[in-house]
């Protein structure tokens, strides 16, 4: 089994920040990419941030210059740093990791439960 677990959401005023965090879990061989996806209410889930386990990241255009994901390979952790929250970030955010569980496994993705951040004053 493996687990995606997320916490640091919450209700946060426009123009502040929050730090989202996202521990795996379980039995890991290797976690290549991880990322962060959200969902608001009555919209599809999108991509936010991604980084390769050598680091390379991709973020969505709407969040650029606002977010910077990290990641801890040594604690199999993923980060989201987000400042200058506007309300349209309002979403349910998803951390994805694309995991091998065992030599000769093939290579699947993983999603937390997510957690709620919503920006509003």
Same mark, same amino acid.
């Given at each position: $089994?493996?687990? &995606?677990?997320?916490?640091?959401?919450?209700?946060? $005023? *426009?123009?502040?920040?929050?730090?989202? %965090?996202?521990? @795996? %879990? =379980?039995?890991? &061989?290797?976690?290549?990419?991880?990322?962060?996806?959200?969902? @608001?209410?009555?919209? $599809? !889930? #999108?991509?936010?941030?991604?980084?390769t386990s050598g680091g390379y990241t991709n973020y969505a255009d709407s969040v650029k210059g606002r977010f910077t994901i990290s990641r801890d390979n040594t604690k199999n952790m993923?980060?989201? $740093?987000?400042? %200058?929250?506007?309300? #349209?970030?309002?979403?349910?955010?998803?951390?994805?990791?694309?995991?091998?569980? !065992?030599? =000769?496994? *093939? !290579?699947?993705?993983?999603? =937390?439960?997510?957690? #709620?951040?919503?920006?509003?004053?």
């Amino acid at each position: $089994q493996v687990h &995606l677990v997320e916490s640091g959401g919450g209700l946060v $005023q *426009p123009g502040g920040s929050l730090r989202l %965090s996202c521990a @795996a %879990s =379980g039995s890991i &061989l290797n976690i290549y990419t991880m990322g962060w996806y959200r969902q @608001a209410p009555g919209k $599809q !889930r #999108e991509l936010v941030a991604t980084i390769t386990s050598g680091g390379y990241t991709n973020y969505a255009d709407s969040v650029k210059g606002r977010f910077t994901i990290s990641r801890d390979n040594t604690k199999n952790m993923v980060y989201l $740093q987000m400042s %200058s929250l506007k309300p #349209e970030d309002t979403a349910v955010y998803y951390c994805h990791a694309n995991i091998r569980r !065992r030599i =000769g496994a *093939p !290579r699947d993705d993983y999603w =937390g439960q997510g957690t #709620e951040v919503t920006v509003s004053s």
